[in-house]
Structures are given as C-alpha cells and as structure tokens.
C-alpha cells in the first residue's frame, strides 16, 4: 500500500491546535476498562430461552451470528486504528491512537471470549471485510479518519443500543453499554481531529471525499443490508427495518459532513 499523503502542516507542527483531540486522549484513558470486569460467570453469555429444541438451536445460532458480526467488525477495527496510529503526522494524534488501538484489541478480545461461551462463529459479513479493505487503502489520512470514525464509529452506537435492549441480563449486554461509551469517544476525537486536518484543505481535498464516499457507498448499502443464513428467517421481517436504518445512517453521514464543511453535493446516495 501506498504511504498516505497529507497535504498540509509538515511533522511536528505546532501551527495547529491539537488540544481537542488531546482531551481525548485523556478522556479514553480514564475510561478504559478491562475484559475480567465484565460479569462472566454470574450473567448468561447471550439471551436463553425455553422452548423445543429446535427453536433453542436456531436462537442461539441467531445469536452466534450478532456476536460473530461484531466480532468481525472489531478486528477490522484493530487493523484500522494501527494503521491511524503510524500515519498520523501530530503527536497528540499520536497519543491519542495509542488508545484507540488498545479498545479495539480489548474489544476483540472480549468479543473472542463471548463468540467461544456462546459456542462459536458463524458466517463471516464479505461486505465488511471489503469496507474495511477500502479505508486501508484509501490514499489519505483525511479519508481515513472520515470513513472510519466520523462515520462507522458513529453509526454503530445505535445498533449497540439495539442489541442491548433486545438482550437484557447478559454479558453481551453488559459489553455493548461499554462499546456504546467508547466508540463515542472514537467519533468525537475522530471529528475533532477531522476538523483539524480539513482546515484550510482546498477543493481538491473534498472532491477526494466526495469520491471516497461514492465508492464506498454502494458497498456500504450491500453490507448494511446483507443477512447471514442464521438470521435469514427474520430478514423479510427486519428489511424494512434495515433500508430505515440504512437511510438513517446516510443521512447522519452527510450531516456530519456538512458539519466539517464539506460541500456534499455530488454525493451520490444510494437510497
Ligand atoms: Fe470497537
Ligand atoms: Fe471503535
């Protein structure tokens, strides 16, 4: 791959005020927490329920796969963070991935420990691993840090919610109200730093977004819309569901875009 340009400031500026994303770095550290801190052993891994057989196996499959997905997402996250880390020219940046880097592995490592108590993987999202694919690839750190944590970051705390609420008195509860807390803090510093990087960026640099986000896009509507076959019984059920939530998630994108100052409109949506 090729190494990520950056158009602006030279390494180790002090021409630009870091402070925002320094405090995140402050802010993560004080909220980490670890793996043994979540009740396993007291909670069930994932909801039980009662009912013949059948219904248990295909439950806990249904499950197996939310977990599985998750699990997934977070070991792309652990690859992107790493790469944020060596590419980011400002040392508090820098800093600052340190712990980004940290949470997703810790991330993974709880989600390894679930996926296992809840007896093991499903069916890998393909759409996924090629998202996570393109951000590696893109050429600059500004398309990075958009893709990855104004965006994805901010997208999933919904969908933790969502599983949360619909899993009360287990540990994967427990870990998604966590998940909640720190990919919130992955957005804000993401749009913190995003907003430094974009100071001053020309034309040139929002028409590379634009284009990143046409690319992607259409991916992204695969992925969000894509049903394992564990979960394909409640697919026609939940597509509705999905394209709502797909809708909503593009929307957010391009407000936070707007947010940043990006002129957004020769993004093509693709719903
Ligand atoms: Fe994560
Ligand atoms: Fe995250």
């Given at each position: 791959m090729e190494a990520a340009q950056h158009s602006?400031?030279?390494?180790?500026?002090?021409?630009?005020?870091?402070q925002g994303v320094y405090r995140y770095y402050e802010l993560a550290k004080r909220a980490e927490w670890q793996?043994?801190?979540?009740p396993w052993g007291d909670l069930p891994p994932i909801p039980e329920y009662k009912g013949s057989p059948q219904k248990l196996a295909r439950r806990r499959d249904l499950w197996r796969s939310v977990v599985t997905q998750q699990l997934q997402a977070d070991e792309l996250a652990v690859e992107m963070a790493a790469q944020l880390f060596s590419i980011a020219p400002d040392h508090e940046a820098k800093l600052y991935y340190t712990t980004m880097v940290q949470d997703e592995s810790r991330h993974t490592e709880a989600w390894l420990k679930l996926i296992h108590e809840a007896g093991g993987m499903a069916e890998r999202d393909p759409y996924l691993d090629q998202l996570a694919r393109m951000t590696l690839d893109a050429d600059t750190l500004e398309e990075k840090v958009f893709l990855m944590q104004v965006f994805y970051e901010r997208l999933i705390i919904p969908r933790f919610r969502m599983i949360a609420r619909s899993s009360r008195g287990t540990v994967l509860e427990d870990l998604c109200n966590r998940l909640t807390i720190d990919d919130g803090i992955h957005h804000g510093a993401g749009m913190a730093y995003e907003r430094v990087l974009l100071e001053g960026a020309g034309k040139a640099m929002n028409g590379k977004l634009v284009a990143a986000a046409n690319r992607l896009l259409p991916l992204f509507a695969q992925h969000a819309l894509w049903r394992p076959k564990a979960r394909e019984f409640i697919g026609a059920l939940m597509r509705e569901t999905d394209i709502r939530m797909l809708k909503d998630d593009l929307e957010n994108g391009v407000r936070l875009a707007k947010s940043l100052g990006?002129?957004?409109?020769e993004v093509q949506l693709p719903y």
């Open positions: 602006e400031a030279p390494e180790g500026s002090s021409e630009r005020d870091l793996v043994r801190d979540l990006l002129d957004v409109s």
